[in-house]
């Protein structure tokens, strides 16, 4: 059956090519008012019968174009568009392989400055640095979700993981109608709202409101995303449903309903599942990988939304969440949008680790089992208030809430053996924690612009609050062996609270030197962040039989600040070709710890340092630049680091600080080029970064020979670097009209020099690391897609110290991920991934297949969806893995999700739209 419907597929295809025929259109586009050739202009063509989109390009530096493509009609409609010119329409036969329309004068639009009013939608229009696309112009399967459509886009990425690349830069954020949705969390849009709602996609580069409001420049490495909403879809409800039950009780289940009016939008999100997902999955298949088909590396079950963390940790996690997201505007002048998330996450996890640790003159091996059963509540309430008081004064208030409860049940068994394996210590612990956790935090900006060269002042305050209670109940027995036998026995009760209290304070004054080209920014911030912390820990007295003896070994009490002055300066320039800024400041540092429990080891540091910021760019055309930054930053030791008393929670590591360490300095350096040809359909992305460290802090540890016991404190090392650097290159091919191939090649490489301690000894380890990668996309479109990915990974680790031996290993991963849409209304999906890795020690699986699939159905017009899958169809996820370091070995099982199949359904309803029609996919719109 199978072998059947490959050739009736591949025959259906040999005659869709057999009846188009190639043909190749180009010209050149010229102003009429200055004969000057124009960049950039949109090129398309369009079917008569139906304006379906046929292919598209982008004109060159010298306006010239070229249209090369296959197809079965005797003619198309040819479109050039260009932001302020009248749109040129052409009716062209295709009677001969190559047309040459020579050139083409575009006449500027009566009304310029309303830009363009054209009849038909460009697929790609380039304005200044906003990047649109006609939502219409892109084909998807006809329920497809904005992250369906974003893949479709020429210059977008999107990794297993969803990290949304555009022309090689990250996307942090999305909008709606320019507006958060849930808290700018990008993966909410793109997977939850649907494609056939959304009329343009904008790409710009990423800013905060108060940088929108003066004209900066904003964030040049990162991108913002916005979903414009058709007008006639601004109105009404939309949303979807789902449930799956499976083996092993599985389950999944969400909801979500969403209400637009105009420029008020209420939308509600439920969810919850035991398979390791987001609580908002809607069964698809992508939901079920987890890391993206490396789930067999990592069986950590925790996720987070927009820095919301859902789950405890690694194992099974079960978990739930609601929320509910509101914007409005009120008049001209007000802007409000909040958001409201609860969570609800457990999770169970069982640990067996075997570990080799390597001394400069021996080696000694612990083996540990644990079990951790974890509970965590959460609540949290984010808010954001634009107020524009006028067209120069504007205020922006951002407050954020959350309460988090938990609980962590904690047992485990370790023990040490030194080289001849024989056993030094070993310990017992059983740990109940209940904690709490309070925290707020609230950002006010206000900005007033003084005339319309671009001068300002800004105001900038963020307060952060916060307050963390736990009660922590610990058994445990310490056996430590040898000449001198010790058992250490605690039944302890901690009573800990955590308080701290950071304000930040910016003042920002932007005077231009060349009206709206070069400008000085006058700045000076002052920070100030206090920690309190209490740990009171008291003995079970067996005469009351109660925890009331206090410990005050295993106390604290301190108060950390970190008072912060840093006055300085910026300048910028900023042309539409060429763009550079440079800003330094003077730090002033003091760092304070004043024990409460031993005064002795009172701490006061003053520091000073200079910070310095910089970035170039240049567009070497509207289809390429080339850009880099250089940052020289400035961290203090931590409080942790800096505290001289022996820490001695841990009987068999204690810590001890050093008061004495100097804060560290980083020299970073970045380049990056992007460039992306419209005419070729290609992109390439190269990139490459350098951070060189001064004054790292690393840890210092010594071992006991015969105890094995450890004492750790700090130190300052010099010859810290690393870096990274990468290619990647894409290039889409069309054979016809529904057909075609993406081919992506790249590799991503980092290095680096690490100066580290090893019982006292100081030595240098060196990695590199070289990862190409390779693959390739085939499409026909509603008919088939086949994806498959090769990605290689040579490590290279070596060791300026004979006790380490330096090492080399090789893991392979494959990736082949196949989609078929016949019949008609189905769909067949399959996810292979193949994982080889020779740093797995023998005993160890070295290799597995991992293979999700689905099958679904479309059923109620399209509203429905039935879908039965399957995650580890050869059951084979297995929980084993290595990771090494510099100086240890560890191999390490743990609890990890195994094979089920679950059946699923979903259903979506839209009454988006006007007049009671439907819009051909079986949705009712509704006034």
């Known amino acids: 059956m199978h072998k059947l419907f490959f050739v009736a597929t591949l025959f259906c295809c040999f005659l869709s090519f057999g009846q188009s025929r190639n043909f190749k259109i180009s010209g050149k586009i010229i102003s009429e008012e200055d004969n000057v050739p124009l960049e950039a202009a949109t090129v398309h063509l369009e079917t008569l019968t139906d304006s379906t989109l046929v292919t598209y390009t982008i004109s060159d530096r010298n306006g010239a174009f070229t249209l090369e493509e296959r197809s079965h009609f005797k003619a198309l409609n040819l479109f050039i568009s260009y932001v302020g010119y009248q749109t040129y329409k052409k009716e062209i036969a295709l009677n001969k392989p190559e047309i040459n329309l020579g050139s083409i004068n575009l006449a500027v639009s009566s009304n310029a400055l309303d830009e363009v009013l054209i009849k038909t939608a460009a697929p790609v229009t380039i304005k200044k640095d906003t990047l649109e696309f006609n939502v219409s112009s892109f084909k998807t399967k006809k329920d497809a979700n904005v992250e369906d459509l974003l893949k479709k ?69 990162n991108k913002t995303i916005n979903l414009t909403i058709k ?37 509600v999100l439920v969810g919850g599942n035991n398979i390791n997902s987001p609580g908002f999955s809607f069964g698809e298949i992508e939901k079920m990988f987890g890391g993206g088909g490396s789930t067999w590396f990592n069986s950590d079950g925790s996720f987070s939304v927009n820095g919301r963390r859902f789950g405890g940790g690694q194992g099974i996690t079960t978990s739930k969440l609601g929320g509910a997201n509101f914007a409005d505007n009120y008049g001209e002048k007000v802007e409000l949008s909040a958001d409201y998330f609860y969570s609800n996450s457990n999770s169970t996890n069982e640990v067996s680790s075997q570990r080799e640790t390597f001394l400069a003159d021996s080696r000694f091996y612990s083996n540990s089992e644990s079990s951790t059963y974890n509970d965590t509540q959460s609540h949290s309430v984010n808010a954001q208030a634009e107020i524009k008081i006028d067209s120069t004064f504007m205020i922006n208030i951002r407050p954020s809430f959350t309460f988090t409860k938990s609980v962590n049940d904690y047992d485990s068994s370790d023990e040490t053996l030194n080289e001849t394996l024989e056993l030094t210590n070993a310990s017992n612990v059983d740990s109940y924690v209940e904690s709490q956790l309070n925290n707020f935090t609230n950002r006010i900006s206000a900005t007033k612009k003084f005339g319309s060269n671009g001068a300002f002042l800004r105001f900038n305050i963020e307060n952060n609050i916060s307050k963390n209670e736990g009660d922590d109940y610990i058994n445990s027995v310490s056996e430590v062996y040898g000449d001198t036998p010790e058992t250490i026995v605690r039944n302890q009760f901690t009573d800990d609270l955590s308080e701290t209290n950071n304000l930040t304070t910016r003042v920002t004054y932007r005077q231009p030197l060349i009206a709206k080209v070069f400008f000085v920014n006058f700045e000076y911030e002052y920070q100030n962040n206090k920690d309190e912390n209490k740990k009171s820990n008291f003995d079970f007295n067996n005469t009351t039989n109660a925890f009331d003896t206090f410990n005050e070994t295993l106390s604290t009490d301190f108060t950390y600040t970190d008072e912060r002055s840093a006055p300085g300066i910026n300048l910028s320039y900023r042309k539409e070709k060429f763009s550079v800024r440079f800003g330094m400041d003077y730090i002033f540092r003091t760092l304070t710890n004043n024990d409460g429990l031993r005064p002795q080891f009172n701490v006061s540091r003053d520091f000073e340092a200079i910070e310095m910021n910089s970035y170039v760019n240049y567009k070497l055309s509207k289809k390429a630049s080339i850009y880099a930054n250089y940052r020289l930053s400035n961290r203090p030791p931590a409080l942790r680091q800096l505290q001289a008393f022996e820490d001695v929670s841990n009987p ?28 070729e359909r290609t992109g390439i992305y190269m990139y490459a970064s350098l951070t060189q460290t001064n004054n790292a802090i690393v840890s210092k540890t010594t071992v006991n020979p015969e105890t094995l016991t450890r004492t750790t404190t700090y130190d300052n090392v010099k010859g810290n670097h690393n870096g990274y650097f990468g290619i990647d290159y894409s290039k889409r091919i069309k054979l016809d009209s529904i057909s075609s191939i993406r081919l992506k090649v790249g590799n991503w490489s980092n290095f680096s020099k690490n100066i580290n301690y090893n019982n006292d000894v100081q030595y240098a380890s060196s990695n590199f690391v070289f990862n190409p990668n390779i693959g390739f996309d085939y499409v026909i479109e509603e008919v088939l897609e086949i994806k498959p990915r090769y990605r290689l990974s040579l490590t290279n680790t070596k060791y300026d110290i004979d006790a380490f031996n330096d090492r080399n290993f090789t893991t392979h991963n494959v990736d082949f991920k196949t989609v078929v849409y016949l019949p008609k209304k189905f769909e067949w999906r399959n996810d292979i991934t193949y994982n080889y890795n020779s740093n797995i020690a023998d005993g160890f699986q070295k290799s597995a297949w991992f293979w999700n699939a689905s099958v679904a159905y479309s059923i109620l017009k399209d509203k429905g969806l039935i879908t039965l899958k399957v995650y580890d169809l050869l059951n084979q996820n297995t929980n084993a893995r290595r990771s090494a370091s510099q100086d240890y070995i560890v191999d390490t099982q743990s609890t990890v999700l195994r094979q089920y199949f679950m059946l699923n359904f979903s259903w979506k309803f839209n009454s988006l739209g006007s007049k009671g029609e439907t819009d051909g996919n079986g949705h009712f719109y509704v006034d």
Do not use: C
């Open 231 to 267: 007008e006639e879809n601004n109105k009404g409800v939309f949303g979807r449903v789902a449930a799956g039950a499976g083996t092993n009780k599985r389950y999944e289940f969400a909801g979500m309903f969403n209400h637009f009016d105009n420029d008020q939008r209420v939308s």
């Open 153 to 221: 886009l020429p210059g977008v990425e999107i990794d297993d993981e969803g990290t949304i690349t555009v022309n090689g830069k990250p996307v942090n954020q999305i909008l709606v109608n320019g507006k958060p949705f849930f808290g700018n969390d990008p993966s909410i849009a793109t997977k939850n709202l649907t494609k056939d709602i959304i009329e343009k996609i904008q790409v710009v580069d990423t800013k905060s409101k108060s940088e929108a409001f003066t004209g900066e420049e904003g964030d040049t490495e």
């Open 652 to 679: 068999l590591n204690t810590i001890v600080g050093n008061p004495n360490l100097e804060p560290t300095n980083e020299n970073r350096f970045y380049i990056g080029f992007n460039a992306f040809n419209w005419q």
